[in-house]
């Protein structure tokens, strides 16, 4: 079906024709009309899936022209200051031959540009929790014009202890409103917002919650801890990557990973949350642009955040949260590219990657890398009886990029 069948505003169309999406996608499609048609809508499709336009689309043509009203019609709320960036500017793509005014605010950042903006008058607010509800106190910005409510990524503003603020800032907001929330999970709490905070909502589910992204192959290379550099290294100088995003646990261990990156001559910026905002745009800028072909970040940059044309994500530190899993590799093969995932594992990781297993129910093959000088780790004996925890599988014998998944013959390096 086009989008011209979904009851979009013809400048909404206009806008989508210049963006050259030939066709709607899955959640594009189901959402839509709902949301045209007034309905609360949650949306459980992972990302990369085409979702900020599934709600952007529709409001965008609900609002119309710009409202001599000073206060906002339509918030969105994002979990961190990057995606909210990113959601303002996929507004203001689809916005292009729209008249409507469109505003950005978060933290790290200061007050003035916010507050010109906010005086003058604004018919959509794209906003992280922390500094809305800075405003909201100052009563720099009033929410009582709030028709639409978006609550993107959900389960990551609760990781991050926003929830409270969420509901401080829903509490503002008219209780006659379309409400639209999205989140990879439901888990209690979410359920228990959806149920106070919206009215008969229709669920959307695009393929399975719990799976990666069918475009995205992913493998495991298990390696001695004290290889783990040695093997990324070998993995950038053997894999045909454009770009690609490294996933570090910790900020230390980044800024670490960056360091011995840029040493081995990599165009490497950094992306975590003890980097001041320039800094964030500054690297977001620089790897979007091309100048820095390997973007190491810890999960911060983990979710939502649209990088077009990553083709590989590497997990140097397995996630400890299985849904940061799907999150990370959700990274490449985004919209309708393909892409490659690897994540390295040592023998303290077995438990993690078995929760991961679990939760995409997949047994993710083991691949060793040729011409590398493997150290012995027991992770080698996966296939034997007694093998560590951790193994749920035997992998089958398959080549993948260069490397080889392990097979009895070839255990024992
Ligand atoms: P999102 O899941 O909203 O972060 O979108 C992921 C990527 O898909 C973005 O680069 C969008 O520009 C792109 N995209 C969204 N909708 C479509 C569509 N209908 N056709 C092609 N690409 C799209």
Same mark, same amino acid.
């Given at each position: 079906?086009?989008?011209?069948?979904?009851?979009?505003?013809?400048?909404?169309?206009?806008?989508?024709?210049?963006?050259?999406?030939?066709?709607?996608?899955?959640?594009?499609?189901?959402?839509?009309?709902?949301?045209?048609?007034?309905?609360?809508?949650?949306?459980?499709?992972?990302?990369?899936?085409?979702?900020?336009?599934?709600?952007?689309?529709?409001?965008?043509?609900?609002?119309?022209?710009?409202?001599?009203?000073?206060?906002?019609?339509?918030?969105?709320?994002?979990?961190?200051?990057?995606?909210?960036?990113?959601?303002? &500017?996929?507004?203001?793509?689809?916005?292009?031959?729209?008249?409507?005014?469109?505003?950005?605010?978060?933290?790290?950042?200061?007050?003035?540009?916010?507050?010109?903006?906010?005086? &003058?008058?604004?018919?959509?607010?794209?906003? &992280?929790?922390?500094?809305?509800?800075?405003?909201?106190?100052?009563?720099?910005?009033?929410?009582?014009?709030?028709?639409?409510?978006?609550?993107?990524?959900?389960?990551?503003?609760?990781?991050?202890?926003?929830?409270?603020?969420?509901?401080?800032?829903?509490?503002?907001?008219?209780?006659?409103?379309?409400?639209?929330?999205?989140?990879?999970?439901?888990p209690p709490q979410i359920e228990t917002l959806i149920n106070w905070a919206m009215?008969?909502?229709?669920?959307?589910?695009?393929?399975?919650?719990?799976?990666?992204?069918?475009?995205?192959?992913?493998?495991?290379?298990?390696?001695?801890?004290?290889?783990?550099?040695?093997?990324?290294?070998?993995?950038?100088?053997?894999?045909?990557?454009?770009?690609?995003?490294?996933?570090?646990?910790?900020?230390?261990?980044?800024?670490?990973?960056?360091?011995?990156?840029?040493?081995?001559?990599?165009?490497?910026?950094?992306?975590?949350?003890?980097?001041?905002?320039?800094?964030?745009?500054?690297?977001?800028?620089?790897?979007?642009?091309?100048?820095?072909?390997?973007?190491?970040?810890?999960?911060?940059?983990?979710?939502?955040?649209?990088?077009?044309?990553?083709?590989?994500?590497?997990?140097?530190?397995?996630?400890?949260?299985?849904?940061?899993?799907?999150?990370?590799?959700?990274?490449?093969?985004?919209?309708?590219? &393909?892409?490659?995932?690897?994540?390295?594992?040592?023998?303290?990781?077995?438990?993690?990657?078995?929760?991961?297993?679990?939760?995409?129910?997949?047994?993710?093959?083991?691949?060793?890398?040729?011409?590398?000088?493997?150290?012995?780790?027991?992770?080698?004996?996966?296939?034997?009886?007694?093998?560590?925890?951790?193994?749920?599988?035997?992998?089958?014998?398959?080549?993948?990029?260069?490397?080889?998944?392990?097979?009895?013959?070839?255990?024992?390096?």
């Amino acid at each position: 079906m086009p989008f011209s069948k979904l009851g979009l505003a013809p400048a909404v169309l206009e806008g989508v024709k210049a963006m050259g999406y030939a066709a709607p996608t899955p959640i594009q499609l189901r959402a839509i009309p709902l949301i045209v048609a007034g309905r609360d809508v949650i949306g459980s499709a992972q990302t990369g899936t085409g979702k900020t336009a599934a709600f952007a689309l529709p409001i965008l043509s609900k609002l119309g022209a710009h409202s001599a009203e000073k206060s906002p019609r339509a918030l969105i709320l994002e979990p961190t200051r990057e995606l909210a960036a990113q959601v303002e &500017t996929s507004f203001r793509d689809y916005a292009r031959f729209v008249n409507l005014k469109i505003t950005v605010i978060f933290g790290g950042v200061g007050y003035g540009r916010q507050n010109d903006s906010l005086r &003058t008058g604004t018919d959509i607010i794209v906003a &992280t929790p922390g500094r809305l509800l800075d405003h909201l106190e100052q009563g720099t910005v009033k929410l009582d014009k709030v028709e639409f409510l978006v609550l993107d990524e959900a389960d990551r503003m609760l990781d991050m202890g926003f929830l409270p603020d969420v509901r401080r800032i829903v509490e503002r907001c008219p209780r006659a409103r379309h409400t639209a929330l999205f989140s990879a999970t439901i888990p209690p709490q979410i359920e228990t917002l959806i149920n106070w905070a919206m009215r008969n909502p229709e669920t959307i589910e695009i393929g399975a919650r719990r799976s990666p992204a069918e475009t995205v192959k992913h493998v495991i290379y298990p390696v001695a801890d004290s290889q783990k550099i040695d093997l990324l290294l070998k993995l950038l100088d053997s894999v045909k990557y454009e770009s690609v995003i490294v996933f570090c646990r910790t900020k230390h261990g980044a800024d670490r990973v960056a360091q011995l990156l840029k040493r081995n001559n990599h165009a490497v910026c950094v992306l975590h949350s003890n980097r001041t905002q320039r800094e964030r745009e500054q690297a977001l800028r620089g790897f979007r642009d091309g100048r820095f072909e390997v973007l190491v970040a810890t999960d911060i940059a983990a979710r939502g955040l649209d990088i077009a044309d990553v083709s590989h994500v590497i997990n140097y530190d397995v996630p400890q949260h299985p849904e940061d899993y799907i999150h990370r590799i959700g990274r490449t093969g985004r919209a309708e590219a &393909t892409g490659d995932a690897f994540t390295i594992m040592t023998a303290e990781d077995g438990s993690h990657v078995f929760a991961i297993e679990r939760f995409i129910s997949q047994k993710i093959p083991r691949v060793k890398l040729e011409n590398f000088d493997y150290k012995y780790t027991a992770l080698f004996e996966e296939n034997k009886p007694g093998r560590p925890a951790g193994f749920p599988g035997r992998a089958r014998a398959v080549r993948v990029h260069g490397g080889y998944h392990f097979g009895p013959a070839r255990r024992r390096r």
